[in-house]
């Protein structure tokens, strides 16, 4: 099938942060990003939504506030589980992660409220939710953890099957971002073709774990 | 009016008000003191009562088996994590009546959580309720529980309707998929005889809202599923 569009959406590993066109301000998505890889590979345009030290909360608020075309294809790289956001009636999302040593709710959430097992679990909930919810409006897409330790397979009521590409195993294996900490550009691209190769040879579809 | 097809089972989700918490035969009274009954009445129930409104539900639909699976004191993200983890079958109707906004939990293992609530004076509950609480971003997570409950049961053929305890939780998302069928529990037991506890649905409470419930049911195209 064809697509007229890519929509990715992620945090700062789908961004592209800290890469040769963007570093040191990071006000737009890099073209060196995995998605700009990937939309060159599908010779389709790019629309990079993601947004730098996003939780998986904020990346379903964003994924469903979207307008979507019939022929988009979605790919979504989730964050980390730990981190967390609350969000005002303006819109305004205060992120709360553990980079944030110096904000008291982040502080306090870590401290009082945070738990392995409970981050998991709502992460899957947003991941389950984005899912059914583009599955009903026939949207293609799919999923990706950065880390293969995020792959739950307890989780019965769970319906993803997420692509088996880790970006996490791809960056230490390159130069890093110019921060030192980011996948740099090599990283990204490797990335991309691999998620192109994968969605090439295999029943990708993100869908039902048949 | 739609075809009502045959269901073996009536599910029941919710919280104290789907339990039926104080009524007269899941109620002990501590100490009773007839100057002031609040604070001294405690419940030591171990299963949900036979007044609440699914039984009366069950019986108006003249479904043979009623499972309640409420549990008292449970948040939305909760009755979402036993709605996702319960083995329904194909002939099941499930009703849920969601719980109030000022609770939260946090798993701490499948069948474990830190329960937090806007009137415990515990720790976690304060910070909660303190740093990470305001009405938009509750009612947000709440509507990505009941809309993944609703897309979840949907994508499994289960029959399901939802409910609110009070229209001001009702909200206006463009992406929400949910009708909420339009009969509210405080509505009906706001002019009612409350139960021991002075605060929960009394027993006449419970009987009205399961009528009005099979009333909605029975005569509207209604279907908790998308809004069309």
């Known amino acids: ?210 | 009016m739609v075809a009502k097809m045959d269901y073996n089972r009536l599910i029941a989700f919710g919280c104290s008000f789907t339990y039926g918490q104080y009524l007269p035969d899941d109620t002990f009274f501590l100490k009773p003191d007839a100057k002031s009954k609040k604070g001294l009445v405690k419940s030591i129930q171990k299963k949900p009562s036979k007044y609440a409104w699914p039984n009366i539900l069950g019986e108006k639909l003249n479904i043979p088996v009623v499972i309640n699976e409420s549990h008292c004191g449970q948040s939305n993200k909760a009755i979402l994590h036993d709605i996702l983890n319960y083995k329904f079958d194909k002939n099941d109707i499930v009703f849920i009546l969601w719980s109030n906004y000022d609770r939260h939990d946090v798993f701490t293992a499948k069948d474990h959580q830190w329960n937090i609530n806007l009137y415990m004076s515990n720790v976690r509950s304060k910070v909660y309720f303190k740093y990470m609480h305001n009405k938009f971003n509750t009612t947000l997570e709440n509507y990505f529980y009941f809309n993944l409950a609703h897309s979840y049961l949907k994508e499994k053929n289960i029959k399901h309707e939802f409910l609110l305890y009070h229209d001001r939780f009702l909200a206006d998302f463009k992406w929400n998929k949910i009708k909420f069928l339009d009969v509210f529990f405080s509505r009906v037991n706001a002019p009612l005889p409350k139960a021991y506890d002075d605060l929960h649905p009394g027993v006449e409470a419970h009987k009205q809202f399961g009528n009005l419930i099979y009333q909605k049911y029975k005569n509207s195209e209604y279907y908790t599923g998308d809004i069309k």
């Open chain 1, 1 to 210: 099938m064809s697509f007229s569009r890519l929509v990715t959406f992620g945090c700062s590993l789908t961004f592209g942060m800290s890469l040769a066109d963007n570093y040191p301000n990071n006000e737009f998505p890099s073209k060196f990003s995995w998605p700009a890889n990937l939309a060159k590979l599908l010779d389709v345009p790019i629309e990079n939504k993601a947004i730098l030290g996003s939780s998986n909360k904020e990346i379903l608020y964003t994924l469903l506030n979207y307008n979507f075309k019939n022929d988009d294809i979605v790919f979504v790289l989730w964050s980390h589980h730990d981190r967390h956001c609350v969000i005002t009636d303006k819109n305004i999302v205060n992120p709360i992660g553990i980079w944030q040593k110096k904000n008291k709710s982040s502080r306090l959430f870590f401290k009082q409220l945070w738990n392995f097992y409970d981050r998991k679990i709502e992460s899957y909930f947003y991941y389950n939710f984005a899912h059914l919810y583009l599955q009903e409006k026939n949207i293609k897409h799919v999923f990706l953890v950065h880390q293969k330790g995020y792959i739950d397979l307890t989780l019965e009521w769970n319906s993803i099957n997420f692509l088996n590409v880790f970006l996490t195993d791809i960056r230490d294996r390159y130069p890093l971002a110019k921060d030192n900490s980011h996948p740099g550009i090599e990283a990204h691209k490797i990335f991309a073709e691999d998620i192109y190769h994968k969605y090439n040879t295999n029943d990708f579809y993100i869908g039902d774990k048949k």
